[in-house]
């Protein structure tokens, strides 16, 4: 564990005068500020390993886990990568990939991931497969499963890679994340993860039967944050869902304020749910398995170029109404959506964004696609 955070967390036993001003949640150390986001080509260690060693990501985000795990089926749990402009996808699923231990990105053979460095130019050149969908939920590993794998990766990894944070990825309801919690924390206090950790709380799936993202939900977001310690010993923020109205961005500003020493940072922003692409491209007429399932169709969470435009607007207007909340003024704002090359890291920060996060992105391109952004914006962070 890092020095600067073993002073963090010794700092619980000291005394603190009385009239001394509250203790501000920890900041998130990142740099440079680029990092992949909770996804399923963030699965598996392989995963992990290529994500942390590549020199243009300053930190990593797992896949979201749960205490138990997420029971993933092949038939029901698909992504597709497509092209905006045509509808033509690239079919892959993750769940056989990862019951084998390999690398999500590899298992599909149409999103080469050729890692980080001299191949980057390549992540250029590959087809325009940038949006996507997916019906998926979460990890199959546990949370336990990614702290024993940070582990080993703290071993087996170069020492120049330990000052990447590592941004663990959770969900669950209110007591499972306040556990999800207590566990990260042990681990963060222990000599076996030598990498900063952090907390996200995925509050924004669209794709769990019966269970609306809790986000959207202002009762619900503060059950979870009334969950969680005030303030945290390690970074703690919340994956958001993309908001569309001004309501709706009031309302999660007003559940925020009380809980504002609880959170370093938010996510913004996840997913559009109830998309539909048709895995054919859908030039023809409808058929028997556009009825029954088969294949034909996906309907899932949106993520890529076409919800960048969307993900700007909400990154611009949460730093607009935390910049004039005193509460959470002091939040970090990682921002996502549909980010793909130097350009569309400039736009989401010009928006706000203190950290850029990439998905559909790197299932798209591979990892070489961070290095290619660096490259794109000549290093200037």
Same mark, same amino acid.
């Given at each position: 564990m890092p020095l600067e955070q073993q002073q963090q967390l010794g700092q619980e036993g000291e005394n603190t005068p009385a009239l001394q001003m509250p203790l501000p949640p920890p900041k998130l150390s990142i740099h440079p500020?680029?990092?992949?986001?909770?996804?399923?080509?963030?699965?598996?260690?392989?995963d992990l390993a290529a994500l942390l060693s590549c020199a243009a990501t300053g930190a990593v985000t797992t896949r979201t886990s749960l205490l138990g795990g997420f029971a993933h089926d092949d038939a029901a749990h698909r992504f597709v990568l497509f092209d905006p402009a045509t509808t033509i996808t690239t079919t892959t699923t993750t769940a056989a990939a990862a019951r084998r231990g390999d !690398?999500?990105?590899?298992?599909?053979?149409?999103?080469? #991931?050729?890692?980080?460095? #001299?191949?980057?130019?390549?992540?250029?050149?590959?087809?325009?497969?940038?949006?996507?969908?997916?019906s998926l939920g979460y990890s199959p590993i546990t949370l336990d499963g990614y702290l024993a794998i940070l582990a080993r990766l703290s071993g087996s990894l170069p020492a120049h890679t330990h000052r990447k944070t590592v941004i663990v990825s959770v969900t669950g309801d209110p007591p499972s994340v306040a556990r999800c919690h207590e566990r990260i924390?042990?681990?963060?206090? !222990? !000599?076996?993860?030598? &990498?900063?950790?952090?907390?996200?709380?995925?509050?924004?799936?669209?794709?769990?039967?019966?269970?609306?993202?809790?986000?959207?939900?202002?009762?619900?977001?503060? !059950?979870?944050?009334?969950?969680?310690?005030?303030?945290?010993?390690?970074?703690?923020?919340?994956?958001?869902?993309? &908001?569309?109205? #001004?309501?709706? &961005?009031?309302?999660?500003?007003?559940?925020?304020?009380? &809980?504002g020493r609880t959170l370093s940072f938010v996510t913004a922003t996840n997913t559009l749910g109830s998309c539909l692409v048709f895995?054919?491209?859908?030039?023809?007429d409808a058929s028997e398995s556009d009825k029954d399932g088969n294949g034909a169709m996906l309907r899932g969470g949106m993520a890529g170029a076409p919800l960048h435009p969307l993900a700007l607007g909400n990154v611009s207007t949460l730093r607009r109404l935390f910049d004039e909340s005193d509460e959470l003024r002091h939040l970090d704002i990682i921002g996502v959506g549909g980010v793909i090359d130097g350009d569309g890291y400039r736009r989401m920060k010009r928006a706000g964004a203190a950290v850029v996060g990439l998905a559909t992105g790197l299932g798209s391109r591979g990892v070489a696609v961070f290095d290619a952004i660096e490259r794109d914006i000549n290093s200037q962070w």
């Open positions: 500020p680029l990092l992949n986001t909770a996804c399923p080509w963030a699965t598996t260690e392989t !690398s999500v990105a590899a298992a599909a053979a149409a999103v080469d #991931d050729d890692g980080c460095g #001299d191949d980057a130019r390549q992540a250029e050149e590959r087809p325009a497969a940038v949006g996507s969908v997916n924390l042990l681990s963060a206090a !222990s !000599s076996a993860i030598r &990498f900063p950790l952090a907390m996200e709380v995925n509050l924004s799936c669209p794709n769990i039967p019966s269970a609306p993202p809790p986000a959207y939900s202002p009762p619900q977001l503060a !059950s979870f944050l009334a969950a969680l310690p005030a303030p945290p010993r390690v970074p703690v923020g919340i994956k958001l869902p993309p &908001f569309t109205y #001004d309501t709706q &961005f009031a309302d999660l500003v007003h559940a925020l304020r009380p &809980f895995e054919d491209g859908g030039g023809r």
